[in-house]
Nanobody, 125 residues
């Protein structure tokens, strides 16, 4: 069992930056592939980025590539999402997720086993 808690959301102007943090408790953090998703009202949860510890790889949605960076610290059981050059369309609730099976379908929310409660990010124009 893994418990995930996100923090770091808030209100920022377009062009600004925010750093989201996700803390995990439970099993060894590095046993899970970790990801960030986001969701706006009336829409499905959307993949943002993932970090795959076992192969040392990161993957991003095209919409955030070059602006967002996912990173982690296994010793602290933390994963981060640095968001730069924020746009109004980045406004959403951001969720941290953990996948115990390292699914190749990392962009599908259904592949993830554990979720945090979400943190709101609002980008004003």
């Amino acid at each position: 069992q893994v418990q995930l808690v996100e923090c770091g959301g808030g209100l920022v102007q377009a062009g600004g930056s925010l750093r989201l943090s996700c803390g995990a408790s439970g099993r060894t953090f590095s046993s899970y592939a970790m990801a960030w998703f986001r969701q706006t009202p009336g829409k499905e949860r959307e993949f943002v980025a993932t970090i795959r510890w076992s192969v040392g790889s990161t993957y991003y949605a095209d919409s955030v590539k070059g602006r967002f960076t996912i990173s982690g610290d296994n010793a602290k059981n933390m994963v981060y999402l640095q968001m730069n050059s924020l746009k109004p369309e980045d406004t959403a609730v951001y969720y941290c997720a953990a996948d115990r099976d390292y699914s190749s379908r990392y962009y599908y929310a259904v592949e993830y086993d554990y979720w945090g409660q979400g943190t709101q990010v609002t980008v004003s124009s």
